[in-house]
């Protein structure tokens, strides 16, 4: 049987659902006999080569690179899975959401205490390479359609793990009290 | 002297005192039904709809609605799971409710309700509401984003002439609750802790106090709300 083949990615998250991935610990040598990595971090592949069977997504979105990657994902994954706080609804990023854009913008670059006094041309960033910020920063599943949702802040080891497992194996997702968490 | 009824629970045979609400009669007989705007020894405001049971095929309230002889209540079927896991989704994509930045995280009953219900994510879309944190009192910290105005702290809080500590402000969508003027020089740390544990969310904290529980330690942190009542056989 051929491996399942899955990418990942971090949208505007902070790595910490990735970091929780790899604290499987010495269930990593079971996930290389169990799937295959095609776009990740994890192995600096930067763009896909072939499609994918599963495709977990950390972070939500917050600009328009950000939802170009999504859909890149959606077109070539056959299953999505957000995978933490920020890519269910939108995390931390969003506590910009009822802020207006220039004010976030003058904050970071203008008035925070790091930037204040280094900045004296007031320059904001503003240049065709960056991305723009999008009103405010959207979960995944606003965006494109999302099949499953594994939440946490990070999502324990163990439960990504889980859900990985059940959905290679087709087996049923264990779902211990201990492991499902918010936070 | 109340008489004693008999009554079903999903089909186990109960007793209970006539006219005491169903969720009372259920704990005595070791069954949980979820409660969130529900607090012990305060009378019963049905604010939430979380304990919605079937009574005799009709939808009710198990918190305010008394019990009666042979009663025939519906708790754990699939059709009411998914009306009070409608009515927990609701709760979290009507507030901002961040999990990880919140410090009643881990003893969050709303929280709590969500592991038990295992809700993955909302079914709603989320609302993103703008609502301002309120710190202007030196003792608590009232957090409107977390607000799901069950009236908990209005029902429980009050001096010793029974005057309540928090009131309802506004009306409408706009609805908050906001502490009583008059009270608020009152308002010791003891009182401000009582009211950041009588809250079922993290919208009142106790200032100058917080994450002080270990992750682990915390109330929900190992066992479901409500397994206190189902262990007891």
């Given at each position: 049987?051929?491996?399942?083949?899955?990418?990942?990615?971090?949208?505007?998250?902070c790595f910490g659902c990735h970091m929780s991935f790899l604290?499987?610990?010495?269930?990593?040598?079971?996930?290389?006999?169990?799937?295959?990595?095609?776009?990740?971090?994890?192995?600096?592949?930067?763009?896909?080569?072939?499609?994918?069977?599963?495709?977990?997504?950390?972070?939500?979105?917050?600009?328009?690179?950000?939802?170009?990657?999504?859909?890149?994902?959606?077109?070539?994954?056959?299953?999505?899975?957000?995978?933490?706080?920020?890519?269910?609804?939108?995390?931390?990023?969003?506590?910009?959401?009822?802020?207006?854009?220039?004010?976030?913008?003058?904050?970071?670059?203008?008035?925070?205490?790091?930037?204040?006094?280094?900045?004296?041309?007031?320059?904001?960033?503003?240049?065709?390479?960056?991305?723009?910020?999008?009103?405010?920063?959207?979960?995944?599943?606003?965006?494109?359609?999302?099949?499953?949702?594994?939440?946490?802040?990070?999502?324990?080891?163990?439960?990504?793990?889980?859900?990985?497992?059940?959905?290679?194996?087709?087996?049923?997702?264990?779902?211990?009290?201990?492991?499902?968490?918010?936070? | 002297?109340?008489?004693?009824?008999?009554?079903?629970?999903?089909?186990?045979?109960?007793?209970?005192?006539?006219?005491?609400?169903?969720?009372?009669?259920?704990?005595?007989?070791?069954?949980?039904?979820?409660?969130?705007?529900?607090y012990k020894d305060t009378a019963p405001k049905a604010s939430c709809r979380v304990c919605t049971v079937k009574v005799?095929?009709?939808?009710?309230?198990?918190?305010?609605?008394?019990?009666?002889?042979?009663?025939?209540?519906?708790?754990?079927?699939?059709?009411?799971?998914?009306?009070?896991?409608?009515?927990?989704?609701?709760?979290?994509?009507?507030?901002?409710?961040?999990?990880?930045?919140?410090?009643?995280?881990?003893?969050?009953?709303?929280?709590?309700?969500?592991?038990?219900?295992?809700?993955?994510?909302?079914?709603?879309?989320?609302?993103?509401?703008?609502?301002?944190?309120?710190?202007?009192?030196?003792?608590?910290?009232?957090?409107?984003?977390?607000?799901?105005?069950?009236?908990?702290?209005?029902?429980?809080?009050?001096?010793?002439?029974?005057?309540?500590?928090?009131?309802?402000?506004?009306?409408?969508?706009?609805?908050?609750?906001?502490?009583?003027?008059?009270?608020?020089?009152?308002?010791?740390?003891?009182?401000?802790?009582?009211?950041?544990?009588?809250?079922?969310?993290?919208?009142?904290?106790?200032?100058?106090?917080?994450?002080?529980?270990?992750?682990?330690?915390?109330?929900?942190?190992?066992?479901?709300?409500?397994?206190?009542?189902?262990?007891?056989?």
């Amino acid at each position: 049987m051929s491996k399942a083949v899955v990418a990942t990615t971090s949208m505007a998250g902070c790595f910490g659902c990735h970091m929780s991935f790899l604290d499987i610990d010495e269930r990593i040598l079971d996930l290389i006999e169990l799937v295959e990595f095609n776009k990740s971090p994890i192995n600096d592949i930067k763009h896909f080569t072939k499609q994918c069977d599963i495709g977990l997504l950390e972070g939500g979105c917050a600009n328009s690179e950000n939802v170009e990657v999504l859909k890149e994902f959606r077109k070539h994954c056959k299953i999505l899975v957000s995978v933490g706080e920020c890519a269910l609804m939108g995390g931390l990023p969003a506590m910009r959401n009822g802020l207006p854009i220039k004010e976030c913008i003058d904050e970071a670059y203008l008035n925070a205490p790091t930037t204040k006094n280094c900045n004296p041309n007031r320059i904001l960033p503003n240049d065709d390479e960056l991305p723009m910020l999008l009103d405010r920063v959207y979960p995944c599943h606003e965006i494109v359609k999302i099949d499953y949702f594994l939440p946490g802040c990070p999502p324990r080891a163990d439960l990504i793990w889980n859900a990985l497992y059940a959905l290679v194996t087709g087996d049923e997702l264990k779902l211990p009290y201990e492991v499902f968490k918010y936070d | 002297m109340s008489e004693f009824v008999s009554f079903k629970i999903d089909g186990k045979q109960c007793m209970g005192r006539a006219g005491e609400y169903i969720t009372e009669a259920a704990e005595r007989n070791s069954i949980y039904i979820p409660t969130l705007c529900n607090y012990k020894d305060t009378a019963p405001k049905a604010s939430c709809r979380v304990c919605t049971v079937k009574v005799n095929g009709r939808v009710m309230t198990s918190c305010t609605t008394p019990l009666q002889e042979g009663m025939e209540i519906e708790n754990e079927t699939a059709e009411i799971q998914d009306i009070r896991s409608g009515i927990i989704e609701l709760l979290f994509a009507e507030g901002n409710h961040l999990c990880p930045s919140c410090e009643k995280s881990g003893s969050c009953e709303l929280q709590a309700l969500g592991y038990r219900f295992r809700m993955m994510v909302p079914r709603f879309p989320y609302l993103f509401p703008v609502r301002e944190i309120d710190a202007s009192h030196p003792r608590l910290i009232k957090d409107h984003n977390r607000c799901i105005l069950c009236k908990r702290c209005v029902r429980v809080m009050k001096d010793e002439k029974g005057r309540s500590f928090f009131a309802f402000y506004k009306r409408g969508a706009k609805l908050e609750i906001t502490v009583a003027p008059e009270l608020a020089d009152k308002i010791t740390d003891e009182v401000a802790q009582k009211a950041m544990d009588v809250c079922p969310t993290g919208a009142l904290l106790r200032k100058r106090q917080g994450w002080d529980v270990p992750v682990g330690k915390r109330l929900f942190d190992m066992k479901p709300i409500g397994s206190e009542f189902e262990q007891v056989k």
